[in-house]
């Protein structure tokens, strides 16, 4: 089993900047990729980064240039660096972990609210 806890979300201006962070605890060795996933409102959850335990990183085209994901694996965490934020990146934010035999986990989400 994962466990995975979310903080750092809030509430900023448009053109604002916040850093999500996620921790993981349990079976931590087997975790293989890391990710951030974001809801908006009334809509499905989608895929905003992703990176491996080696450190590769897929990005969705909107958080290209703007987001960064990192991971500490020593620390079992993981990152979003959130710059230039803007309204439609409004939404929770859900930290998402696969580990090696395929099962996934899901943190709580951590609400992010950009005001323009």
């Known amino acids: 089993q994962v466990q995975l806890v979310e903080s750092g979300g809030g509430l900023v201006q448009a053109g604002g900047s916040l850093r999500l962070s996620c921790a993981a605890s349990g079976s931590t060795a087997s975790i293989n990729i890391m990710g951030w996933y974001r809801q908006a409102p009334g809509k499905q959850r989608e895929l905003v980064a992703l990176?491996?335990?080696?450190?590769?990183?897929t990005y969705a085209d909107s958080a290209k240039g703007r987001l960064t994901i990192s991971r500490d694996n020593a620390k079992n965490t993981v990152y979003l660096q959130m710059n230039s934020l803007k309204p439609e990146d409004t939404g929770v934010y859900y930290c998402n972990a696969v580990r090696t035999i395929g099962v996934q986990y899901w943190g709580q989400g951590t609400q992010v609210t950009v005001s323009s």
């Open positions: 990176i491996s335990r080696g450190g590769i990183t």
